[in-house]
């Protein structure tokens, strides 16, 4: 049985004439209930994504252009789709005016975030009535709400594709419907989610690599959206994971990021295996790759044999990005967070015995419905005693559909505004003086590329996470290099090379 807003299950079966007439008779929008149900579904590992022969050339002579908001999640996405489109033999621009072809790749993590989206699209419709032949896609998070897609499609018809997280493959289809119909071409899927193995993808660079180790987010804390818009956690399998590492490294990349929503659940859903985010690490350890990230971690899942194995360094960095979101318990409590303010001080304690070096960094709400001055001075004193060496923080953002959004809140704007200030400036304070400590020491760089503000400087990031700029000739880039540093701001570190000769290490 098909649920509302779902699609067809065997969709491989079907044809693409099928899905015309689908479209047309049964579309329905997507539904954040739908999107809640758990456990229901088959998690189907999909191995054989392959563009349809008779779109292989829909794309020849035209350009593509993505605009990508929020997360890594998001960005390793439009890797993806940039991936797809090349197979279409679309080419990419990096000129929104030249593309025959937008898709904006959005995020719905906080209203300002979905604003700018709906700025973008107010922008680009003269370019639509400028060239019809135009196609404009909505995809990613926004796309999973049904209150956004009934907005587009009420007021925004420059809009002429609405696609989701979970229907990426069928960039295809959509694409060429959206060509060769009148109508608007919606497909969003409000279901658990698939795993899909061996989609295509165009990396942006080859120096760094983001790899997928899961998808969703099962957690539902309380303010958050994702677990209505990315669906189920769903572990790839390590073979799969091990092998992409693999790839990347052969490939001269010198770092990847395994990405999820909540990484230390990985391998929970596994059925037949018992296998979780540290014996993962630990066979990553192995390859030969310089460095490996991980994010996001979350606290209540952060377990002692995945501490003993990032103990053992290596390519496995320094760097944990551990949010904690605010420190009071009852907070924490309303937040369904599933820690308590002690649990995670034990827990950024035991990390810091058995990797003394490394660095914390976290993401903070203020201002979470009827939060008092009490509260967040807890959040305020919290973040003293860890000394993260940084920190996004937020105002809290109510998501329709989500528990805390219909919590009654009697704390003014202007008040939040001020508490994610004082918060600021003492992160601030922190960071400038955990920066402060790398003064005069040498430190590895992985070199990224030129600064964005000065071409004549380079910028990378130590494994720690700090960034670093210095001069140095262009060939460093894509290379480990010592760096001497003398002076240290806020957010960034800056340096000499600390041997011109032999500073490739
Ligand atoms: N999976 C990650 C977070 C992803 S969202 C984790 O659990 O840590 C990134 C950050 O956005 C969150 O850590 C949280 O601090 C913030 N965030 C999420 N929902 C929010 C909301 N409704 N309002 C304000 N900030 C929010
Ligand atoms: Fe959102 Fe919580 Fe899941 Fe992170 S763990 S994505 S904050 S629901
Ligand atoms: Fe945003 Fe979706 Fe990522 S809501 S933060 S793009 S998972």
Same mark, same amino acid.
């Given at each position: ?110 209203e300002n975030a979905e604003n700018k989206v ?36 009420? *007021? #925004?018809?420059? @809009?002429?594709?609405?696609? +989701?997280?979970?229907?990426?493959? !069928?960039?295809?289809? /959509?694409?060429? %419907? ?8 919606v497909e969003v899927w409000s279901k658990e ?28 804390? *309380? #303010?958050?959206? @994702?677990?209505?818009?990315? +669906?189920?956690?769903?572990?790839? !399998?390590?073979?799969? /994971?091990?092998? %992409? ?57 952060f377990d002692d044999h995945l501490i003993e ?197």
């Amino acid at each position: 049985m098909n649920q509302p807003g779902s699609t067809p299950a065997k969709d491989k079966e079907k044809t693409t004439k099928d899905y015309a007439s689908y479209f047309q008779t049964t579309y329905q929008p997507p539904s954040l209930k739908d999107a809640k149900k758990r456990g229901k579904e088959q998690i189907n590992i999909v191995k054989d994504f392959a563009v349809d022969e008779d779109l292989k050339k829909i794309g020849a002579g035209k350009k593509f252009y993505i605009r990508t908001y929020g997360c890594q999640m998001n960005e390793h996405d439009t890797e993806v789709m940039a991936g797809i489109l090349s197979d279409m033999s679309y080419e990419a621009t990096t000129d929104m005016k030249e593309a025959d072809l937008i898709l904006l790749n959005t995020c719905a993590i906080r209203e300002n975030a979905e604003n700018k989206v709906f700025g973008e699209l107010g922008h680009l419709k003269p370019m639509k009535v400028e060239n019809p032949d135009l196609l404009i896609g909505v995809c990613g998070c926004m796309s999973q709400e049904e209150s956004v897609v009934n907005k587009l499609l009420k *007021t #925004y018809d420059q @809009v002429d594709m609405i696609f +989701g997280t979970h229907n990426i493959h !069928r960039l295809p289809q /959509i694409v060429k %419907e959206a060509y060769f119909s009148k109508e608007r071409v919606v497909e969003v899927w409000s279901k658990e989610g698939d795993i899909v193995e061996n989609l295509p993808r165009v990396r942006k660079g080859n120096i760094q690599g983001w790899v997928n180790i899961m998808y969703g987010c099962d957690k539902f804390c *309380t #303010y958050c959206i @994702v677990p209505y818009t990315r +669906g189920k956690e769903r572990s790839r !399998r390590p073979e799969d /994971i091990i092998e %992409e590492v693999r790839h990347l490294a052969r490939n001269g990349y010198q770092e990847v990021t395994l990405l999820g929503q909540n990484v230390n659940a990985y391998g929970k859903d596994f059925e037949d295996i018992e296998y979780g985010l540290g014996d993962l690490m630990d066979e990553i350890r192995k390859i030969d790759i310089p460095r490996v990230r991980f994010t996001t971690s979350h606290p209540r899942d952060f377990d002692d044999h995945l501490i003993e194995v990032l103990a053992k360094g290596g390519n496995l960095v320094e760097h944990i990005h551990l949010p904690v979101q605010h420190g009071n318990s009852d907070i924490l409590k309303l937040m369904a967070r599933k820690y308590t303010r002690e649990h995670f001080l034990e827990l950024a304690g035991k990390i810091k015995n058995a990797i003394p070096n490394a660095s914390f960094t976290t993401d903070i709400i203020v201002g979470f419905p009827n939060e008092t001055e009490e509260q967040f001075q807890d959040t305020l004193s919290l973040v003293k005693e860890v000394e993260f060496d940084a920190a996004y923080s937020f105002i809290y953002s109510p998501r329709e559909g989500t528990p805390a959004a219909k919590m009654k809140d009697n704390v003014p704007h202007e008040v939040k505004k001020d508490r994610l200030q004082r918060l600021n400036a003492v992160l601030n304070e922190i960071s400038l003086r955990k920066n402060q400590a790398y003064l005069d020491t040498v430190v590895e760089v992985l070199v990224e590329g030129e600064s964005k503000k000065n071409p004549e400087v380079l910028s990378g990031h130590t494994a720690s996470n700090k960034v670093v700029n210095f001069r140095g000739p262009k060939h460093l880039i894509g290379k480990i290099v010592k760096v001497h540093i003398t002076d240290a701001k806020t957010w960034t570190l800056s340096g000499d090379l600390a041997d011109e000769k032999a500073g490739v290490v």
